[in-house]
């Protein structure tokens, strides 16, 4: 059940999900419940505190990747939001998944906020926005297009519009933000 390097163990793909899907059921009991217990194949608590308190009485939780048949389904039964990548139907598609996922747990679709995932680059100029999308491009190929928003304001601004507009499911651009230091 795991991969071993000369620095540490890493536990196969099915495990790490499986650990993650027993993190996930302590969150939620930590965020939620006075003490909680769980005992997992992976992870035990036992009358465990969570002090402080969350101050709005929860914590959402969100939860990364696309993996249609675990962590889509994880998405579904513990998450507040997801947060996917993609092209726009690659993104249709994976948000599907994520309303079948729901409709077989009993849970509202519409429970589950919807975030995209990519980096953007704001530049002072479009000639420096140009100066990084011909390094960006040819290293990033395919996945340049709906992976990345590299632009002066005015061109991030409408590439960020172009993303919410086209996908009307999604609540949020969640992005790794670079910016060139002077």
């Given at each position: 059940?795991?991969?071993?390097s000369?620095?540490?163990?890493?536990?196969?793909?099915?495990?790490?999900?499986?650990?993650?899907?027993?993190?996930?059921?302590?969150?939620?009991?930590m965020?939620?419940?006075?003490t909680p217990s769980f005992a997992?194949?992976?992870?035990?608590?036992?009358g465990a505190?969570?002090?402080?308190?969350?101050l709005r009485?929860?914590?959402?939780?969100?939860?990364?990747?696309?993996g249609?048949?675990?962590?889509?389904?994880?998405?579904a039964?513990?998450?507040?939001?997801?947060?996917v990548?993609?092209d726009?139907d690659?993104?249709?598609?994976?948000?599907?998944?994520i309303?079948?996922h729901?409709?077989?747990?009993g849970?509202?679709p519409a429970?589950?906020?919807?975030?995209?995932?990519?980096?953007?680059?704001?530049?002072?100029?479009?000639?420096?926005?140009?100066?990084?999308?011909?390094m960006l491009?040819?290293?990033?190929?395919?996945?340049?297009?709906?992976?990345?928003i590299v632009?002066?304001?005015?061109?991030?601004?409408?590439r960020?519009?172009?993303?919410?507009?086209?996908l009307?499911?999604?609540?949020?651009?969640?992005?790794?933000?670079?910016l060139?230091?002077?």
């Amino acid at each position: 059940d795991v991969c071993s390097s000369d620095l540490f163990d890493y536990p196969r793909d099915g495990v790490r999900l499986d650990m993650l899907e027993e993190a996930l059921q302590i969150c939620r009991a930590m965020f939620t419940e006075e003490t909680p217990s769980f005992a997992g194949e992976h992870y035990r608590i036992e009358g465990a505190y969570n002090l402080p308190r969350p101050l709005r009485g929860d914590i959402p939780i969100l939860v990364g990747g696309g993996g249609e048949k675990r962590t889509l389904r994880l998405v579904a039964q513990y998450a507040d939001a997801c947060n996917v990548h993609g092209d726009p139907d690659m993104i249709r598609h994976k948000m599907a998944v994520i309303d079948r996922h729901c409709a077989d747990v009993g849970r509202d679709p519409a429970e589950v906020r919807r975030t995209w995932a990519g980096t953007l680059f704001l530049l002072d100029t479009a000639e420096e926005a140009a100066g990084y999308e011909a390094m960006l491009r040819p290293a990033a190929g395919d996945e340049y297009d709906h992976n990345f928003i590299v632009g002066d304001e005015a061109a991030v601004v409408d590439r960020s519009e172009e993303h919410t507009s086209e996908l009307q499911s999604l609540a949020y651009l969640v992005c790794r933000l670079l910016l060139e230091k002077k």
